[in-house]
């Protein structure tokens, strides 16, 4: 066979090995880049997710020692802001608690909503509110105290929050989910929980009645023996929760 003949029959035997390869290459199920893709985020995405719960899980496990009350007035003004919107009953209630716990709260009551304010503007996105709301209450739960500073109780801090919680007569779900969260933090019962809701509930109910007792036009020994009877009650609640306070 002529060199000609030989070298044109082995360029056809390697055009046709390579339009061979390309009908195979073709042929193949080639794979789909971007449902591996997709697959991909959804794993680092499940992944993230589940370090995130183990993160907030461990973290909700860590009991505070002691809360300042400083901190305590924080926590006081988080929930007042956690519904969006700060109530002028609940301003009032949350300065009569500060003067209460610290002795020159007028001196300080700027500098803590101060940083309160700062905290919160981590906030991104509306929905995410709660949220940083709750991170902030975190933070100064644990916080660490200094041997100087004056703390206060896991239940007097409960039981102060619960009545800033009614001051505006609107114990909202938000109110009460981060109540509820910030009881499970402090390990305190629930029993005591649910006791010291039931009493404040039950003072509001007495409230009311004794708001509509003075506006009606019974006999004044009437209205006055109705006025003692629901004072004496109130009294006997609040000596109740004191008690269960000091335990």
């Not at 046709?16 to 290459?25: F, G, I, L, N, R």
């Not at 969260?181 to 019962?189: A, E, H, P, S």
């Amino acid at each position: 066979m002529a060199i000609k003949d030989l070298g044109k029959k082995m360029g056809d035997s390697l055009r046709d090995a390579a339009d061979a390869v390309k009908v195979k290459a073709a042929q193949a199920e080639m794979p789909d880049l971007k449902k591996i893709g997709e697959k991909a985020t959804e794993q680092v995405r499940s992944a993230f997710q589940r370090k995130d719960r183990e993160t907030e899980q461990n973290h909700e496990r860590i009991v505070p020692k002691a809360v300042s009350v400083r901190n305590a007035v924080k926590v006081i003004y988080f929930l007042m802001a956690v519904d969006g919107e700060v109530y002028h009953g609940e301003e009032e209630k949350f300065d009569a608690i500060g003067a209460e716990l610290i002795s020159n709260f007028d001196e300080v009551k700027s500098s803590i909503l101060a940083d309160c304010r700062s905290d919160m503007r981590k906030v991104i996105d509306p929905e995410d509110h709660y949220d940083v709301i709750q991170d902030c209450v975190d933070a100064a739960l644990l916080a660490t105290v200094k041997a100087e500073e004056a703390t206060i109780s896991s239940k007097l801090l409960v039981w102060d929050l619960l009545t800033v919680a009614f001051s505006d007569e609107n114990y909202n779900d938000s109110e009460r989910r981060l109540l509820k969260y910030i009881v499970r933090k402090l390990n305190l019962d629930k029993a005591s929980f649910l006791e010291m809701e039931s009493s404040i509930l039950t003072v509001m109910d007495i409230e009311r009645e004794l708001t509509w007792i003075k506006t009606t036009d019974r006999p004044y020994l009437k209205i006055e023996s109705v006025v003692s009877e629901l004072a004496q009650r109130k009294k006997v609640i609040f000596d109740n929760v004191k008690d269960m306070i000091a335990l």
